[in-house]
T-cell receptor, first 113, second 115 residues
């Protein structure tokens, strides 16, 4: 079955420390991957997406993610987090342009000063 | 550019009552989505429209949920009768094109509490 798994429900980190939020998806011939962020009391917004090409994708606010086909992963990283990065992060996948988008259960990133 | 508008932001009802949520997508966006987000879970697609036609409603509990997108613009999601397990945030999103590889723009959501 098509699915996406976010292994960590919560990730606490200190300000200016690096962070990695993990995402794994069920394997398929084709896959399109996304990371969305939801700041408190706001709607989800797109951070970055992988459709094809370079496996390292850069997004807004200094985030990047790497598509790893052999490990079926699409982990999100930031080298140095800021208090303003406090939010919930959702990994999402679709297996074709016509297939529905499936969201993971989310990872809550909390930044400690 | 105005974003996706949803109303009401909050609604509290008793079980077996009915409720309706409204969504106005970004102007010109062809595709409109309704998601249900239960606390602690990711958004789950309820229904997807392209213009005013339904593309996917496989996870919509059709015995109690209904949705329409008349004239291919705004949309209404109705629940009748509501159950306790319907307590969730109902998210509306829209995208410019008809491909699911495009960016989704989300509204702030409508939080439903069923007592």
């Amino acid at each position: 079955a098509q699915s996406v798994t976010q292994l960590d429900s919560q990730v606490p980190v200190f300000e200016e420390a690096p962070v990695e939020l993990r995402c794994n998806y069920s394997s398929s011939v084709s896959v399109y991957l996304f990371w969305y962020v939801q700041y408190p009391n706001q709607g989800l917004q797109l951070l970055l997406k992988y459709l094809s090409g370079s496996t390292l994708v850069k997004g807004i606010n200094g985030f990047e993610a790497e598509f790893n086909k052999s490990q079926t992963s699409f982990h999100l990283r930031k080298p140095s987090v800021h208090i303003s990065d406090t939010a919930e992060y959702f990994c999402a996948v679709t297996y074709s342009s016509a297939s529905k988008i499936i969201f993971g259960s989310g990872t809550r990133l909390s930044i400690r000063p | 550019e105005a974003g996706v508008a949803q109303s009401p932001r909050y609604k509290i009802i008793e079980k077996r009552q009915s409720v309706a949520f409204w969504c106005n997508p970004i102007s010109g966006h062809a595709t409109l989505y309704w998601y249900q987000q239960i606390l602690g879970q990711g958004p789950k697609l309820l229904i997807q429209f392209q213009n005013n036609g339904v593309v996917d409603d496989s996870q919509l509990p059709k015995d109690r949920f209904s949705a329409e997108r008349l004239k291919g613009v705004d949309s209404t999601l109705k629940i009748q009768p509501a159950k306790l397990e319907d307590s969730a945030v109902y998210l509306c999103a829209s995208s410019l094109g008809t491909s699911n590889t495009g960016e989704l723009f989300f509204g702030e959501g409508s939080r439903l509490t069923v007592l």
